[in-house]
């Protein structure tokens, strides 16, 4: 069965840093998009970054452009996010998933659990 585990969510400061990682199982890690969404109560799933493994092309939202990075490890069939100049905005329930296309949530079909991430001003 596909499946995707998210760790490193928590608590930081303003201006802090947070990588959090992705392990797929029983997916084809390669040739395949994988993503990460953020979702705070009360509003929509939005689409924060993406890769294709393939080619290792990603793809951002405006919104944490040049402060989030996406990055994938074939060997470990992970994905990563590293959050850096982290803004109380960016606090929310932040979800792997896999098998769309860019930063849609709607196209993917595999989640994982989700991890907190909390920015405190």
């Known amino acids: 069965q596909e499946e995707l585990v998210e760790s490193g969510g928590g608590s930081v400061q303003a201006g802090g840093s947070l990588r959090l990682s992705c392990a797929a199982s029983?997916?084809?890690?390669?040739?395949?998009?994988l993503g990460w969404f953020r979702q705070t109560p009360g509003k929509e799933r939005e689409g924060v970054a993406a890769?294709?493994?393939?080619?290792?092309?990603?793809h951002y939202a405006d919104s944490v452009a040049g402060r989030f990075t996406i990055s994938q490890d074939n060997a470990k069939d992970t994905v990563y996010l590293d959050m850096n100049t982290l803004k109380p905005e960016d606090s929310a329930m932040y979800y792997c998933?896999?098998?769309?296309?860019?930063?849609?949530?709607?196209?993917?079909?595999?989640w994982g659990q989700g991890t907190q991430v909390t920015v405190s001003s």
């Open positions: 029983a997916l084809n890690f390669y040739k395949n998009y």
């Open positions: 998933a896999a098998g769309g296309t860019g930063l849609a949530p709607g196209t993917y079909y595999v």
């Open positions: 890769i294709y493994t393939g080619r290792g092309t990603a």
